[in-house]
């Protein structure tokens, strides 16, 4: 595998479920991000780890709840969702912050409806 | 504070017409510049970047010139092909920042 991965391609979900968006990267990075893509809205940036620290966090409801336990994986956890958070999930690698001008790689993204 | 402004489209053109994107960015200091390229059903790919005041970046027959004099970074591309069409992303960041800031997308059709 090489660049940004990210597992699963699709997913439907009830309100009520639980379940989890997966990225891995096999750059070498050490920052991450989440990104929301809506149909017609912005790219929304929504946590940023550096070296597995959560350095930004844009007022994100806590049924988002990101996780990374290493500096090549990133996790999203869903809970009890709203069909507003229908959207593509983006995760992005970079090499750090201090390392100057640092382009962001992503992933093909998660597709997510929420009935 | 930073932000980005692109064109709102959708761009439809016909095949070997020229392209051009505009980009204007705000930025409270030295920024470098990027075009993002997302083709369906995919994420984002870098396309092309310029670091300092009148950089060229070019990939794949796009150009875009950092003008700091007009906070412009305009995409151009002499003649498009169907396999253009994706929606085209304008973004900055700072140095030792890990923030970008995107621009809210152009979407370009190129009819054959």
């Known amino acids: 595998e090489t660049g940004v991965t990210q597992t699963p391609r699709h997913l439907v979900m009830g309100m009520t479920n639980k379940k989890s968006l997966k990225c891995e990267q096999h750059?070498?990075?050490?920052?991450m991000y989440w990104y929301k893509q809506s149909a017609k809205k912005p790219l929304e940036l929504m946590f940023v780890?550096?070296?597995?620290?959560?350095?930004e966090n844009n007022s994100v409801p806590s049924r988002f709840s990101p996780e990374c336990p290493n500096s090549s994986h990133l996790f999203l956890h869903l809970h009890t969702l709203q069909p507003e958070d229908s959207a593509l999930y983006l995760c992005?690698?970079?090499?750090?912050?201090?390392?100057?001008?640092?382009?962001?790689?992503f992933g093909p993204g998660t597709r997510l409806t929420v009935l | 504070g930073n932000s980005v402004t692109q064109m709102e489209g959708p761009v439809t053109l016909s095949e070997e017409a020229f392209l051009t994107i505009n980009c204007t960015y705000t930025a409270t200091g030295y920024p470098s510049l990027f075009w993002y390229v997302q083709y369906p059903g995919e994420g984002l790919q870098l396309l092309l970047k310029?670091?300092?005041?009148?950089d060229k970046g070019s990939n794949k027959g796009f150009e875009a010139t950092y003008r700091k004099e007009t906070t412009s970074f305009h995409l151009e591309k002499g003649s498009v092909q169907v396999s253009d069409s994706a929606v085209y992303f304008c973004?900055?960041?700072?140095?030792?920042?890990?923030?970008?800031?995107f621009g809210s997308g152009t979407k370009l059709n190129v009819k054959p």
């Open positions: 973004a900055l960041t700072e140095y030792n920042f890990n923030k970008f800031y």
């Open positions: 750059l070498g990075h050490n920052a």
């Open positions: 310029a670091t300092k005041a009148d």
């Open positions: 780890y550096s070296l597995e620290e959560r350095v």
């Open positions: 992005a690698s970079s090499r750090d912050r201090t390392s100057g001008y640092n382009e962001q790689f």
